[in-house]
């Protein structure tokens, strides 16, 4: 027998005149309208039973089947899924209409999707009064509804910053509750070693094992997984990490001296306004590769004796963003904020973080003529990573350069700060190939760590100072199509 929803009209929402990208987005806002009724059937069903028990649904329910219980199984039978499906179902129907009613509201309208709304659950989890989870709702869904596409990764951030500024005790209190420790567990085949620590000090484990990972060859056989693992054993160890090439001439071997520089260039970011710094107001900060940090959290890392706080004035960027002998680079204070703006790889979806990225030009910069287009300052730059960049200058076929509406998120930036502006794409002349470019283990943009050298991982703070006009505009960009607008600085 054939389902009803097949005889359903979808035309109204775009089904059947639209195709490709627009087409997926009108099915995915559906989606999260569909999951808005399911679970408005399921939150209509707990309160009955509520009502039947004459037990509210906070309240502490010690039966061996509870109102979530005996919901659940109904729920589970209905929709042919586990018991533990069908419960993270009830208790998500009830998020969406007891603690975060508004931001279950964009979900339903389209602006979210289902996955965002999990992220967003997931972050809030730990507030429990109900005038704060009311104020990070309202908060939350606010900054959502200025971006023009949200991921899961945008959804979370967003959370964790309402709550991270709204909050802070109590996510300080979490934070420090869950502790440190190293454990080791065997099992028949292998063991695994779990460090439970800072997010600072993962970060700069992480870029650690990565410098010393990099530090082989081009013919090395191993996987960069296995490489990762094999450069931490011989950290933990103190013994020598060496390239599998094979090559008995081959020098690429991690001697102490040869890690101690490579630390060298081991930098982790950290971005705070003054006002936070000095203890003046509790607005959040940004590690690079985690995401948001609280007020306090940012004070901690601040107070490190490897530490290196650089004062970062974005105002001034509006007299000289790019370099004085190369007009393509963009001078230090602009490449970090850039990076400091977007905070991770400004393709929709992509969570590489920024300092992990190239810079590209929002409109192409025209290496003949500088000055007819195409400018280096912070409006015109977006950090990529060197997938995205890649795919950006190879052949783009004719279903890439479809149109792309207005509410698709490749229309806006990650964030309201600065606008987006869609890039100009480039199209191959005849007989140019379609395979991806071999490029060289190089960076058409310096890390931050290439900047100051020095014998142990840093982590440096970038504190976003102001002075001056609150806002500072520059000359006007021009792509070569001709098309020009302000490039505008706000702080």
């Avoid at 906070?58 to 042919?80: G, H, K, P, Q």
């Avoid at 208790?91 to 979210?112: N, T």
């Avoid at 002998?325 to 990076?339: E, I, K, N, Q, S």
């Avoid at 149109?403 to 806006?412: A, F, I, S, T």
Wanted: charged share 30%; hydrophobic share 40%; net charge positive.
């Amino acid at each position: 027998m054939d389902s009803m929803w097949s005889k359903v009209d979808l035309s109204a929402v775009g089904v059947g005149r639209q195709s490709g990208g627009a087409l997926i987005n009108a099915l995915q806002a559906g989606e999260g309208l569909l999951m808005f009724l399911r679970w408005q059937a399921i939150y209509a069903m707990l309160t009955a039973a509520a009502g039947e028990s004459g037990v509210a649904l906070d309240a502490v329910d010690r039966r061996v089947v509870d109102v979530f219980a005996s919901v659940s199984r109904e729920v589970a039978i209905a929709l042919r899924i586990a018991a533990s499906t069908a419960d993270r179902q009830a208790h998500l129907a009830v998020e969406a209409f007891e603690r975060l009613p508004q931001v279950a509201r964009l979900m339903r309208d389209g602006v979210i999707s289902v996955a965002a709304f999990g992220e967003v659950m997931l972050q809030t989890t730990g507030v429990e009064d109900a005038d704060m989870i009311a104020a990070v709702d309202a908060t939350t869904a606010a900054d959502l509804r200025e971006f023009g596409g949200v991921s899961r990764k945008d959804a979370s951030d967003v959370a964790r910053r309402a709550v991270a500024e709204l909050d802070p005790d109590g996510l300080r209190a979490r934070r420090e509750a869950r502790g440190k420790g190293v454990t080791v567990s065997t099992d028949v085949d292998g063991a695994d070693v779990l460090i439970a620590t800072t997010v600072q000090d993962a970060a700069v484990i992480d870029a650690s094992i990565d410098a010393v990972a990099d530090s082989v060859c081009a013919d090395d056989t191993r996987t960069r997984g296995i490489r990762r693992h094999d450069a931490a054993v011989a950290l933990l160890t103190r013994s020598e990490f060496g390239c599998s090439c094979g090559n008995p001439e081959c020098t690429a071997t991690a001697s102490a001296g040869v890690v101690a520089d490579r630390f060298a260039s081991v930098v982790v970011h950290v971005v705070a306004d003054a006002s936070t710094l000095s203890g003046e107001s509790e607005k959040a900060g940004w590690l690079d590769g985690f995401g948001v940090l609280d007020a306090h959290h940012v004070r901690e890392i601040a107070a490190r004796t490897d530490a290196v706080i650089r004062p970062l004035d974005i105002a001034g960027l509006a007299d000289r963003a790019a370099r004085a002998g190369d007009p393509y680079r963009p001078t230090t204070a602009c490449d970090t904020a850039v990076r400091a703006v977007f905070g991770t790889c400004s393709e929709p979806g992509c969570a590489r973080p920024a300092w992990r990225c190239d810079l590209d030009h929002v409109c192409e910069f025209d290496h003949d003529r500088p000055a007819a287009g195409g400018a280096t300052c912070v409006c015109n730059l977006n950090p990529k990573c060197r997938f995205h960049n890649r795919r950006g200058q190879i052949h783009i076929d004719d279903r890439e350069r479809r149109h792309v509406p207005d509410h698709h998120p490749r229309r806006r930036r990650r964030t309201p700060a600065l606008r987006q502006l869609r890039r100009r794409q480039r199209v191959p002349t005849r007989g140019e190939g379609r395979r991806l470019p071999r490029r060289r283990r190089t960076q058409p943009y310096p890390r931050a760590g290439d900047l100051v050298r020095r014998h142990r991982p840093r982590t440096a703070v970038h504190v976003l100072a102001r002075r001056g006009s609150a806002n500072r505009r520059g000359a006007s960009c021009t792509d070569r199509t001709g098309w020009s607008r302000r490039c505008d600085t706000t702080v």
